[in-house]
């Protein structure tokens, strides 16, 4: 979201060039400038010592493909923690390792992924009403499950895990 009037004073933005960065909102009451905002994600593969990743059907996500645990960084939380509990509001897991894999500009919806592996020392579930339904899948199967569609951050994920496999 690129701002046009200050949020603390309300006076309108104008256009400045600061050092390398061009064009950025400034207001000039408040002699501050104003960095376009945009929301931040977790996504995480999360996997067991039987070899199985976990795969959720949420419907308002897909209908036609599952996807991975994933939810939105809350202001004041780190990534690390958010991911963690997103696992544990989804899916009722606690998981013992997380590790960032990579990150992911998602254009579809103008925002930043945050993708990680997590390992779950448990495998029972207990589904948030989020969740239509969840269920532990070999490994080798992911790719056919998650959605094929280029740029698919779900996919990218999945493929850094099968390969970090084989290695």
């Given at each position: 979201m690129?701002?046009?009037?200050?949020p603390d004073c309300g006076a309108r933005l104008e256009r400045r060039d600061l050092g390398d960065e061009k064009g950025v909102a400034w207001c000039e009451s408040c002699?501050?400038?104003?960095f376009a905002v945009f929301p931040v994600a977790v996504i995480a593969l999360?996997?067991?010592?039987?070899?199985?990743?976990?795969?959720?059907r949420q419907n308002y996500i897909s209908t036609e493909f599952h996807?991975?645990?994933?939810?939105?960084?809350?202001?004041?939380e780190d990534a690390e923690s958010c991911v963690v509990r997103e696992i544990k509001e989804e899916t009722g897991l606690e998981v013992d390792r997380v590790r960032l894999i990579f990150?992911?500009?998602?254009?579809?919806?103008?925002?930043?992924?945050?993708?990680?592996?997590?390992?779950?020392?448990?495998?029972?579930?207990?589904?948030?009403?989020?969740?239509?339904?969840?269920?532990?899948?070999?490994?080798?199967?992911?790719?056919?499950l998650l959605s094929p569609r280029p740029g698919s951050t779900s996919r990218r994920l999945a493929l850094c895990f099968l390969n970090e496999r084989e290695a």
């Open positions: 690129e701002f046009s009037f200050c002699g501050r400038p104003w999360v996997y067991n010592d039987s070899g199985e990743v976990l795969l959720l996807n991975l645990v994933s939810g939105y960084v809350k202001p004041g990150t992911d500009w998602f254009a579809k919806k103008e925002m930043m992924m945050i993708g990680f592996f997590a390992h779950a020392a448990c495998s029972k579930l207990e589904l948030s009403s989020e969740v239509d339904s969840a269920e532990w899948v070999e490994a080798s199967l992911i790719k056919e």
